[in-house]
């Protein structure tokens, strides 16, 4: 068993940024590790806040919205650039909802239940261990029966009790000598900062989703066995919370019971059998100090913690996976799509875990519909759209509040972008793909083309636009984030355009108005543009001062990572000179994309800087810093789980790059990745690598092609050498590396 794949804690936790995270997908738990009394903080992925009807009767109406527009860009072009962003605060009146916790689940138990010892998660068995005198202390969340299982020794005659509490409004509650049956009511609508900086919650029983939580014991052998299920009245991405409480209850009571009959070993038997897809497909061992260790076990984490909060047909993982304690979570807990949403899924196809594909696939399938509607009301547009926050319920609409982070419909583009991603490294035939991603990505291009205005030089600029939750100064020294065309805007237009436009030749179908028009498009809209400071141009003209220069958004470089943009000699400077401006300090997920820009201008110094920011801790005697908790969780701060998913897509880009069309081996070798060996990484068109190096020298390579579409042959770099590999099937290549020295 590696030791990259074990945290180890000597005792039990205080407090949940000490306790560790177990999932299936559907039910998350935060694990204390007490003998004594065994704590568990519940999650389920589909118990969230209102519904799909909460907050539409605030939408902005298509009469209004044609209004604002117009007077927001009249204003716009007449150099009244804050007037205009006041203006279009009004496209934005509603909100998206919260994800909210179960509760804690407590199982005290008396007698010889054995000291604290230490306690363990197991990332490769997905199982959480106290080990104590008295013997093991088990925990996992079962894929195969779908319950949380914890196991441990019992004294004779040692009688038990559970404990539960909840925040959320308890409807029933039964208890008796087989367990605990609790049914819990979420908010009907839970919204931040409505009507000024109070926070609300509403509990309005209609339209509100439910819970059931069923737990049931037995003693057996010595050994106490709790099984607890929970089922909600969800319905489906999308759909109204509806299904009848009792077919809930119904449903979590049969699973807890039948868990139970099965007994610890079969149970156990039964988790190992069915693991979380992809759990252990792909591993990494960094060795040479105690950071490149701790290094490799945050890789291992990211992992696990992607797959541990998603599952196909169920939302994807939101800002805290499926872990969180609050009602009213920092950030409402939700989707975040100018970043982090997209973040947590960088590491879905390099580090192979399918299940977060498949499951942020069918969350985009959901949106393209509910944005259908957002498009044509607030822009008169067709395709769709969704802004910076979302929901299960399909949200798509700009949020109340600042146009800084509100005023941003692109989302669309860069969720459809990204599932572009995913299929670059799948290994299908390339007509499949594009037949598959030809109807998404000409929507979402409608949408844009429609959005394109005419500028005064002839190109096609986006308006409203800005560079997500970033300010510049205007010349009377007002601090806006408007612009036309930001920076961002425009590498989103390129990317989406430029693959809609490729996968139509491959179909010989570019007779299609929308192709068309996305071609004619892209010889309007311009690339990365520098400024005359050598850096990249984030705003529509050049000299505009950020209002914070260190900001930790870097959408304006996004065409360098996550993009797949070929960087010209002038561009790179141009990056490093952005980068560079930027800063190293940032919050736990801007560092771990700011690590992967500085892995694609091949700068391993840079990396060493950020990775060393990344591991350190975040809780000092002078307050928090981005860093890591207790637990490993990175920290914004607050936690948030997108930098633990994306230093994987990171580190992962320190070791293989393949967006240039080549594979290319340790393209940024820092000292704290020197010394290594990485298993069934995966290159784009789907070629699973596995490799090994020391002191930055690489040792072995084997390749593998995982579908027809990356059979044959592919030009392999390491530094200025190359050679070509020929993979005529599936099976795995093993590769003279001295050809590669």
Not at 648 to 655: D, H, P, Q, R, S
């Amino acid at each position: 068993m590696s030791s990259s794949t074990l945290i180890r804690r000597s005792c039990p936790a205080t407090r949940w940024l000490e306790a560790l995270p177990l999932g299936n997908g559907r039910i998350g738990a935060m694990v204390w590790g007490d003998p004594e009394r065994a704590r568990f903080s519940l999650n389920e992925s589909t118990l969230w806040s209102g519904s799909p009807t909460t907050t539409q009767h605030w939408n902005t109406s298509a009469e209004d919205a044609t209004g604002i527009r117009e007077r927001a860009r009249a204003q716009f072009l007449a150099g009244q650039v804050a007037e205009a962003q006041a203006t279009l605060e009004g496209l934005g009146s509603s909100w998206s909802q919260a994800y909210q916790p179960v509760g804690e689940l407590v199982v005290a138990t008396t007698g010889d239940v054995g000291d604290g010892g230490e306690r363990t998660l197991d990332l490769a068995r997905a199982e959480h261990t106290v080990r104590t005198e008295a013997g093991e202390h088990l925990t996992f969340v079962s894929v195969a029966d779908d319950v949380l299982v914890h196991a441990a020794p019992v004294a004779p005659g040692a009688p038990t009790a559970l404990e539960f509490t909840s925040p959320l409004a308890e409807e029933r509650r039964q208890v008796d000598e087989h367990g605990l049956t609790v049914v819990l009511r979420a908010p009907s609508d839970g919204v931040p900062t409505r009507h000024g900086d109070r926070a609300e919650l509403a509990w309005d029983p209609a339209g509100a989703s439910r819970a059931a939580v069923v737990v049931r014991t037995r003693v057996e052998h010595g050994r106490l066995l709790v099984v607890c299920a929970i089922a909600t009245t969800w319905q489906g991405l999308g759909r109204q919370p509806d299904r009848p409480v009792a077919e809930a209850l119904t449903d979590a009571t049969a699973q807890a019971e039948a868990a139970l009959v099965r007994g610890e070993r079969e149970l156990r038997q039964r988790h190992e059998g069915a693991p979380l897809p992809g759990a252990d497909a792909v591993g990494l061992e960094l060795t040479g100090s105690a950071k490149s260790e701790l290094l490799s076990t945050m890789f291992a984490y990211g992992r696990h913690l992607l797959a541990a909060s998603s599952r196909a047909g169920l939302p994807p993982a939101n800002l805290q996976g499926i872990w969180n304690q609050q009602v009213l979570a920092p950030w409402n807990s939700n989707y975040t799509v100018n970043i982090n949403l997209e973040m947590n899924h960088w590491a879905a196809g390099v580090a192979h875990v399918p299940g977060a594909a498949e499951a942020l696939e069918g969350y985009v399938a959901m949106l393209r519909q509910a944005g259908r509607e957002t498009a044509r009301r607030l822009y008169g547009a067709r395709g769709w759209t969704v802004h910076h926050n979302s929901d299960p319920w399909g949200y798509t609409d700009p949020v109340a509040g600042d146009p800084k982070w509100a005023t941003w419909p692109m989302g669309g583009l860069w969720l459809e972008r990204e599932l572009d991603s995913f299929a670059s490294f799948s290994g299908e035939d390339p007509a499949v793909l594009a037949e598959h991603r030809l109807p998404a990505l000409r929507e979402a291009a409608t949408f844009a083309l429609d959005l394109l205005h005419e500028g005064p030089d002839g190109t096609l600029v986006t308006f409203p636009s800005t560079s997500p939750e970033n300010e510049w100064i205007t010349t009377d020294g007002a601090p806006v984030a408007l612009t036309e065309s930001s920076g961002m805007d425009r590498w989103l237009l390129r990317e989406v355009f430029e693959s809609l436009v490729a996968k139509a030749e491959l179909l010989g179908v570019t007779d299609d108005d929308v192709v068309r028009r996305a071609a004619a498009a892209l010889t309007r809209i311009p690339g990365p543009r520098i400024g005359a400071d050598g850096r990249i141009l984030e705003w529509h003209r050049d000299g505009a001062d950020e209002v914070e220069p260190t900001h930790r958004h870097v959408s304006h470089l996004g065409f360098e990572y996550p993009g797949a943009q070929h960087l010209a000699p002038e561009l790179s400077e141009a990056v490093t000179a952005s980068m560079e401006a930027r800063g190293d300090e940032a919050t736990g997920w801007s560092l771990a994309w700011k690590t992967s820009l500085w892995a694609r201008l091949h700068r391993p110094d840079k990396v060493q800087d950020l990775l060393q920011l990344f591991l350190r801790t975040a809780e000092t005697e002078a307050g928090e810093r981005s860093g890591l908790y207790p637990n490993l969780f990175s920290a914004h701060p607050p936690f948030q789980i997108d930098g633990n998913i994306g230093i994987v897509a990171a580190i992962a880009e320190c070791l293989i790059q393949s967006h240039g069309g080549e594979i290319e081996l340790l393209p940024a070798p820092a000292p704290i990745l020197a010394t290594g060996s990485v298993r069934a990484l995966r290159a784009r068109p789907g070629v699973e690598v596995d490799m090994a190096w020391s002191d930055g020298a690489l040792t072995a390579l084997s390749l593998r092609a995982v579908g027809p579409g990356a059979l044959g042959t592919h030009r392999i770099r390491l530094g200025e050498r190359a050679m070509t590999v020929d993979l005529p099937d599936t099976q795995t290549v093993e590769v003279d590396v001295a050809a590669l020295r």
